[in-house]
């Protein structure tokens, strides 16, 4: 089942996959397809040589009328998925008819906050189905049955907390973020009991006075800084560590409340999974004022750079940068631009940006690459053992960034500025990057910036979507296009693949459906 | 592209069809296929010995969360497919993508009213596609542009008026039914200029005071006397006849206030589409107290019973009994039960029921067969030349219903009593019925009663959907099945077929979406 891997790139994988994981193959069973976040798929029987024959073989499409952005999670031969605002279904995977349907009843004054109204995906272990809810809560579902086994209030919903984030299991452990950056919440990350939901502990990822990287939250500024936790982490089973990603400071556009680095805003932390607290972080834009979210999920690869063995973990970030950081101590290994950014000379030999002066957003208008959504956002990237390459969602967009006064009011936006998007002159790409330099190998172009995530498989292909609701087949290794389907709804949602009996099935979320498809005879 | 009709079907077939839609074959140009209302595709490009490789080809899911209950009708080489609450989308054949959207905004105050939010489809003809509105307006769409050529208004929405029935082009004219019925409106159907949309005529389905029929509505009962007419009706190019079916009486349930047979509700009326006079109308439920509603398409049918060839119009009502009429006399035939009735011993020589007494609703509540929502309903049947059946989508369900004291407040439900359906004890089914003698051939049998159309091929094929998103495919002879697809969301709407080039493609909508088919390679 592992293919056109190499047996190098098959321990490397081993090695970064939680062994109990392994035992069930042909499943996915969290929303980065495992711990390392690859996103990709060690199945080969659809491969460059048959995709063609690829055709639907079943839809499934949620009560009520939110679109999917999630990721399905199939775990003990069912497939679990999620729609907004909150509601999980669990599948049979063979006819995709409902075995049952969670729906969180949302009351109109937590949709009408104006946040996004989406969810995510799911955690799944054993017989517990863990989702987040946009009214802050934490819940276990029954995996068999849908009933509540237990509820957690994780934030106060009226002043902007959500959650949208899949969780992520880590032992007897539910770690599940925060949205809400742009509310001015407070960020943090926590984790739950499995069992009970009991809390563990709780990461802020905003320093309270006196508490290190405090220094760069003048008075109570610090109260509002955002870094919200708003996308899944990574996990290394070995050094026992999460990755998980924060967003922008609180408010986005105006920094002059908020002097210094604003740390951990637009970060990325690496947290012990026993104790909660930072082994070390990475600040990718310091000061951050145009929005450029830290969130998109770490990938952690092995590789050989410079003879050396490395073990990394990399991200395509939202500012234009790509990142190899030592994922054991967050040492800077390179950095890169993988999109256009006109923003930074580079990055120094620590990987701060050498910013270009006046980029700051302005009261008349500063025009910036990329866009307040970044080069990249939440869709997933997706690494392949065998290409040794990135294969990154890609917006290439500009914006013009205003500035204005800003005050703070419980669940409304605290941004203190404004954007306009260059729209006709943006589009997206499908980006292979070589892991070990950051460097593009290929691009699949795309009429508008995508939100589209992307799964990498050993049978050497890329599936991913368009807001067009094209989802399709690549060559993994030229990005040459192999096949599509006209989903009819924009794909804001991560392609994933899975086995039934010796019949593998690739399943995508386009619009207000879930499609999944298999080969045809 | 006749297939399996035999030649002497072949020429009657054609004789019910209006001459120039002939010369579009492959096209479906309007709601029932054509104005005999068969829902009868000639193409037989897909037939019982490939239908095993049919797939989805293209979906589409419109903008916005409303439900997809339309037939595509294809007219000049575009698609033309409706969503609730109104809103139209022109689509490309090959590839399925928009080629323009048009939304009606409608207020909150129209969709509180608390009818249904849907739509069913659009009339075509020339440069203009026309559509109803949920707020009560008949609106021509530029069909390139999908711009608003011309807009009038029909009826107060605020009193309960709306459409939600594909209007019908027959010449120069459009002609559109009204929704209400259970808002105690007063029926109506109407004809404007397809050019100007200047009012050509109105046809009320109540009796003012003095007119023929009126004596069945005391004083003002007449004013919410209802017989709305809510679905598409067909059309006889020969005799310059319409016919169309007429709902149920205002109240529904308590006919205290309304005595007499309450002309011409739950009946079908036969009417001069050059003045809008009615020339016969035959009334399948007089004075009726059940919701049984005479909406259902009348099917237009010439066949040899008794050694005379005989020009029908024939129907499955929702009352439970199926009638075959004269269609240039309204001369009843015969009629006989299709489906399980409780409520009359049979129907006298006038096709007139013999009712059973005590079956009225009632304080303490009366199980009756039908349900309220009748033995079929607005889904449409087809007929096939060829086998001279009628497929209906049947509903076998009793209901316990109760009556109640009514009042009218306009924009409410006037009923006058309330309904308990048996829904454990229900079940559905295509039942294919001999038109001349209305005698079941087969079952296909269904978990739900079903709600979805039904549509038969000269390629030997009955298509259909259930509740439960199964979109299949019947041997039309023998109702054995052949294939199925899983829509994901309960299908609603009639399947209907067309060429591009010499490709056959099948489309019917299930849930949000619509779905294209074809044979795969």
């Known amino acids: 089942m592992i293919g056109t891997c190499s047996a190098r790139t098959v321990a490397l994988l081993v090695a970064t996959m939680a062994a109990p994981l392994l035992a069930q193959e ?17 199945l080969t029987q659809i491969s460059t040589g048959n995709v063609a024959k ?6 499934y ?50 949709l009408n906050l104006g946040f996004p109204r989406v969810n995510r995906g799911v955690a799944v272990l054993d017989n517990m189905v863990y989702v987040g809810t946009l009214d802050g809560y934490l819940i276990a579902l029954d995996a068999r049955a849908g009933i509540e086994r237990w509820s957690v209030h ?6 902007g907390h959500s959650i949208t984030a899949a969780p992520l299991v ?31 502990w709780r990461f802020y990822t905003i320093p309270s006075p006196g508490e290190p990287g405090s220094e760069g939250w003048p008075g109570d500024s610090w109260v509002h800084g955002g870094g919200a936790t708003w996308l899944t982490g990574s996990y290394d089973p070995a050094l026992k560590l999460l990755y998980w990603g924060t967003g922008n400071p609180g408010p986005d556009w105006n920094g002059d409340s908020r002097k210094g680095d604003n740390l951990y805003t637009s970060s990325l932390v690496a947290i012990d999974v026993d104790t909660g607290k930072p082994r070390w972080h990475f600040q990718f834009t310091p000061h951050d004022t145009h929005d450029w979210d830290a969130n998109q999920i770490p990938v952690l690869v092995d590789t050989q750079i410079g003879g050396r063995t490395r073990a990394l973990v990399v991200t395509a970030n939202r500012n234009g940068f790509y990142y190899a950081l030592d994922r054991k101590t967050g040492e800077f290994v390179f950095g890169t631009p993988y999109a256009k950014q006109t923003w930074a000379k580079g990055l120094d030999e620590r990987g701060r940006p050498v910013e270009i ?38 917006r290439e967009m500009g914006s013009v960034y205003y500035k204005t006064g800003i005050e703070y009011k419980p669940g409304t936006y605290y941004t203190g500025g404004s954007e306009k998007r260059l729209d006709e002159e943006s589009w997206g790409a499908v980006r292979a990057l070589d892991v070990k330099t950051g460097k593009p190998a290929w691009d699949f172009k795309l009429p ?74």
């Open 26 to 42: 042909g499943q996915w069973l969290m929303y980065s397809g495992s711990y390392s976040s690859h996103r990709f798929s060690p």
């Open 54 to 59: 690829l055709r639907p073989a079943w839809v």
């Open 61 to 110: 499409q949620p009560p009520g009328s939110g679109s999917i952005e999630s990721t399905p999670v199939v775990a003990n031969g069912i497939m679990y998925v999620t729609a907004g605002p909150t509601m999980v279904a669990a599948l049979d995977l063979k006819s995709g008819r409902p075995l049952w349907e969670w729906t969180r009843p949302i009351a109109p004054s937590v």
């Open 154 to 159: 994780v934030g106060e919903n009226p002043s």
């Open 170 to 200: 880590v032992e007897d452990k539910v770690i599940v973020g925060i949205s809400g950056g742009e509310a001015g919440i407070r960020g943090f990350l926590d984790a739950y009991d499995t069992k009970t939901g009991k809390q563990a």
């Open 357 to 394: 002066p006046g980029m700051e957003p302005s009261e008349k208008g500063t025009l910036v690459y990329p866009s307040l959504q970044g080069s990249t956002n939440w869709a997933s990237p997706s690494y392949s053992p065998g290409t040794e390459m990135l294969y990154v969602p890609v």
């Open 448 to 521: 508008t910036p995508t939100w589209a995530g992307v799964m990498a498989t050993a049978g050497g292909l890329v599936f991913s979507g368009s807001n067009e609701g094209n989802f399709y087949a690549l060559d993994a290794t030229s990005g040459k296009p192999l096949w599509q389907f006209q989903t009819g709804g924009a794909i804001r949602s991560g392609p994933m693949s899975f086995l039934v009996g010796q019949t593998q099935y690739v399943a995508v979320a386009g619009g207000h459906a879930l499609f999944v498809f298999a080969l045809g005879e």
